[in-house]
């Protein structure tokens, strides 16, 4: 089947329709509501549809518009977020039935700044229990459906709903959050854009923790400058999040479109394609040649402090701890309630002493800081996301040491991201021989969004792969 431009065009688009009259804020909301109802109850990449709510903030950015207020690029956009967004009045369940009842008595930061933008809330998403897993199942909610095969294969985790909601049609905007890969993994296998941002560039109040020293806040989109406009409504000081504080917003918008002459681009040597899947290794190599036809210098460079990060045996426990700190109780009280393979992977913080863990945030800054040095003379690096495609839900959750390898070969390119503080856009640069989508991440040093978004944009502009469109007959 061949879908309609609308639901698959990016924010740039529908922003232009609606300043032309062609399209109004509440026809808009309508169309993807629709869309929800017919292809999500295969597609389960909701776990909640605020159709109220988006109907009532359509109207209200249709009434100004016809006053001629414009309040942005943004205004009247319809997108969704993870459940672990505080949205008023409803349940934010983080991927557990154990919290079906925790309604939240406000909006997130995130929800706030995207609704003064003019934004339209559809709904909230599936996410892995309590966002702890890199694979996207949920043994409790039941796990969404990667839309570009039939038979369930993994939507990635722990955005699997956002990633699922994009890269269907769904949503042309969702809200994930990134603790070691979880918007750039679902972006990877999903076929969008997915943007991992600096911790302190965004507000995470309001959004159910895993680990506050490494959980961030970030878009998935169906293009490279949508994910720059919603990341330029989102960041900002917020006193509710003192990671934000000193940290001043930049514009990325201005030098996103200049082109990647002169930018220094390296392929990430250590670690990262090592054991890759083929298809994918071919696809980022590939990349490098793009961006080299577009004028960038592409070299190749080794970076220890990856191997060294991942070489840390403590590291899977850090975040266990720091998840602990929030959910010990439902470890200690209602264990068996809980997924297990989420439950056994949070007790291991139980061994995790305090000397333990500040030996390893001491060594995580000394690591920070060793590869921005490192990468002073390099604007970028080019990486596979994943170390392997979209597999089969089925073979994955056959056995624990199943899951785990999966969890293992989608988590380990992106994790290492997270420790060492670097930002990072993913985008598609293939498909593999099965038709699966692959990943192109390109990473950035500290606070340094606004390279990776242009490097991204750069190569998604000389390329077709974002234009492609999974067929969902079969979710019909």
């Given at each position: 089947?061949?879908?309609?431009?609308l639901?698959?065009?990016?924010v740039?688009?529908?922003a232009?329709?609606?300043?032309?009259?062609?399209?109004?804020?509440v026809?808009l909301?309508?169309t993807f509501?629709?869309?929800?109802?017919?292809l999500?109850k295969?597609l389960?990449?909701?776990?909640?549809?605020?159709?109220d709510?988006?109907?009532?903030?359509?109207?209200?950015?249709?009434?100004?518009?016809?006053?001629?207020?414009?309040?942005?690029?943004?205004?009247g956009?319809?997108?969704?977020?993870?459940?672990?967004?505080?949205?008023k009045?409803?349940?934010?369940?983080?991927?557990?039935?154990?919290?079906?009842?925790?309604?939240?008595?406000?909006?997130?930061?995130?929800?706030?700044?995207l609704?003064a933008?003019?934004m339209?809330?559809?709904?909230?998403?599936?996410?892995?229990?309590f966002?702890f897993?890199?694979?996207?199942?949920?043994?409790d909610?039941?796990t969404?459906?990667?839309?570009?095969?039939?038979?369930?294969h993994?939507?990635?985790?722990?955005?699997?709903?956002?990633?699922?909601?994009?890269?269907?049609?769904?949503?042309?905007?969702?809200?994930?959050?990134?603790?070691?890969?979880?918007?750039?993994?679902?972006?990877?296998?999903?076929?969008?854009?997915?943007?991992?941002?600096?911790?302190?560039r965004?507000?995470?109040?309001?959004?159910?923790?895993?680990?506050?020293?490494?959980?961030?806040?970030?878009?998935?989109?169906?293009?490279?400058?949508?994910a720059a406009?919603?990341?330029?409504?989102?960041?900002?000081?917020?006193?509710?999040?003192?990671?934000?504080?000193?940290?001043?917003?930049?514009d990325?918008?201005?030098?996103?479109?200049?082109?990647?002459r002169g930018?220094?681009?390296?392929?990430?040597?250590t670690l990262?394609?090592?054991?890759?899947?083929?298809?994918?290794t071919?696809?980022?190599?590939?990349?490098?040649?793009?961006?080299?036809?577009?004028?960038?210098?592409?070299?190749?460079?080794?970076?220890?402090?990856v191997?060294?990060?991942?070489?840390?045996?403590?590291?899977?426990?850090m975040?266990?701890?720091?998840?602990?700190a929030?959910n010990?109780?439902?470890?200690?009280?209602?264990f068996?309630?809980l997924?297990?393979?989420?439950?056994?992977?949070?007790?291991?913080?139980?061994?995790?002493?305090?000397?333990d863990?500040?030996?390893?945030l001491?060594q995580?800054?000394?690591?920070?800081?060793?590869?921005?040095r490192?990468?002073?003379?390099?604007?970028?690096?080019?990486?596979?996301?994943?170390?392997i495609?979209?597999?089969?839900?089925a073979?994955?959750?056959?056995?624990?040491?199943s899951?785990?390898?999966?969890?293992f070969?989608?988590?380990?390119?992106t994790?290492?991201?997270n420790?060492?503080?670097?930002?990072?856009?993913?985008?598609?640069?293939?498909?593999?021989?099965?038709?699966?989508?692959?990943?192109l991440?390109?990473?950035?040093?500290?606070?340094?969004?606004?390279?990776?978004?242009?490097?991204?944009?750069?190569?998604?502009?000389?390329?077709?792969?974002?234009?492609?469109?999974?067929e969902?007959g079969?979710?019909?």
């Amino acid at each position: 089947m061949t879908e309609t431009a609308l639901e698959f065009a990016t924010v740039a688009d529908m922003a232009a329709r609606l300043r032309a009259g062609a399209l109004g804020p509440v026809k808009l909301a309508e169309t993807f509501l629709d869309r929800i109802a017919a292809l999500d109850k295969r597609l389960h990449a909701f776990i909640g549809v605020t159709r109220d709510r988006a109907l009532a903030e359509a109207r209200a950015a249709e009434t100004r518009l016809r006053a001629g207020v414009d309040v942005g690029p943004l205004h009247g956009i319809p997108y969704a977020v993870k459940d672990l967004y505080d949205v008023k009045g409803a349940p934010t369940t983080a991927g557990t039935r154990l919290l079906a009842g925790n309604l939240a008595a406000r909006d997130s930061a995130a929800v706030r700044r995207l609704g003064a933008a003019g934004m339209v809330l559809l709904g909230k998403t599936h996410t892995v229990q309590f966002a702890f897993g890199g694979v996207g199942i949920n043994h409790d909610h039941g796990t969404p459906h990667n839309p570009w095969s039939s038979t369930p294969h993994a939507p990635g985790g722990s955005s699997s709903g956002s990633g699922v909601a994009v890269g269907a049609g769904l949503a042309p905007v969702a809200l994930g959050s990134d603790t070691g890969g979880s918007v750039r993994i679902p972006a990877a296998l999903c076929g969008t854009v997915g943007l991992k941002t600096t911790v302190g560039r965004i507000s995470r109040d309001g959004v159910y923790p895993l680990s506050w020293t490494l959980d961030t806040v970030g878009p998935l989109t169906r293009s490279v400058e949508d994910a720059a406009l919603v990341y330029q409504a989102l960041q900002g000081v917020d006193l509710a999040d003192e990671t934000t504080i000193g940290v001043p917003a930049h514009d990325v918008l201005g030098t996103l479109e200049t082109g990647v002459r002169g930018l220094r681009v390296a392929f990430g040597e250590t670690l990262f394609f090592d054991d890759v899947d083929a298809d994918i290794t071919a696809a980022v190599r590939d990349a490098g040649r793009v961006l080299q036809g577009l004028g960038a210098s592409v070299e190749s460079v080794d970076v220890p402090e990856v191997a060294e990060a991942m070489a840390e045996q403590r590291r899977a426990s850090m975040i266990a701890a720091e998840a602990l700190a929030v959910n010990g109780r439902f470890i200690d009280e209602q264990f068996d309630a809980l997924d297990p393979v989420v439950a056994h992977r949070m007790k291991m913080g139980r061994g995790l002493s305090a000397t333990d863990y500040f030996a390893v945030l001491r060594q995580w800054a000394s690591l920070r800081e060793r590869v921005t040095r490192r990468l002073a003379h390099v604007d970028a690096l080019l990486v596979p996301a994943t170390m392997i495609p979209p597999r089969p839900v089925a073979a994955i959750d056959a056995s624990v040491d199943s899951y785990a390898d999966a969890n293992f070969r989608y988590l380990r390119n992106t994790a290492v991201g997270n420790i060492l503080g670097l930002c990072a856009v993913v985008l598609p640069c293939g498909f593999t021989r099965d038709g699966l989508p692959i990943g192109l991440m390109v990473y950035a040093k500290p606070f340094d969004e606004a390279t990776a978004l242009r490097v991204a944009w750069a190569y998604e502009q000389a390329t077709a792969w974002h234009r492609r469109r999974p067929e969902l007959g079969w979710a019909r």
